[in-house]
Nanobody, 119 residues
Framework: QVQLVESGGGLVQAGGSLRLSCATS????????MAWFRQAPGKEREFVSV????????GYADSVKGRFTISRDNAKNTVYLQMNNLKPEDTAVYYC????????????WGQGTQVTVSS
């Protein structure tokens, strides 16, 4: 069973920055991609960013392009989400997810960490 442990959420003013971390118990050689999703109250869960473990290739939702940066540290089995120029619209619970090499879906999820951006 893959376990994902998130940290770094909190309160920040608009225009500020936060860095989220997600440490995985899974060997990185077994991971195809790791991603960040978020969900605000009354909203559907939405994709934020993704990174391919082997290549480092990244992808972003249009709403966060230019502001958020995803990265990974293979030695630490950790993925990061650097969030800059935060907006109130970014307020949500952020979830880390992992998709294994042979898997179709993101089958493993973290517990979520709250990010609140004040005006």
């Amino acid at each position: 069973q893959v376990q994902l442990v998130e940290s770094g959420g909190g309160l920040v003013q608009a225009g500020g920055s936060l860095r989220l971390s997600c440490a995985t118990s899974e060997r990185t050689s077994s991971i195809r991609t790791m991603a960040w999703f978020r969900q605000a109250p009354g909203k559907e869960r939405e994709f934020v960013s993704v990174i391919n473990w082997s290549s480092g290739t990244t992808g972003y939702a249009d709403s966060v392009k230019g502001r958020f940066t995803i990265s990974r540290d293979n030695a630490k089995n950790t993925v990061y989400l650097q969030m800059n120029n935060l907006k109130p619209e970014d307020t949500a619970v952020y979830y880390c997810a992992a998709r294994l090499i042979s898997a179709t879906n993101f089958d493993y999820w973290g517990q979520g960490t709250q990010v609140t951006v004040s005006s």
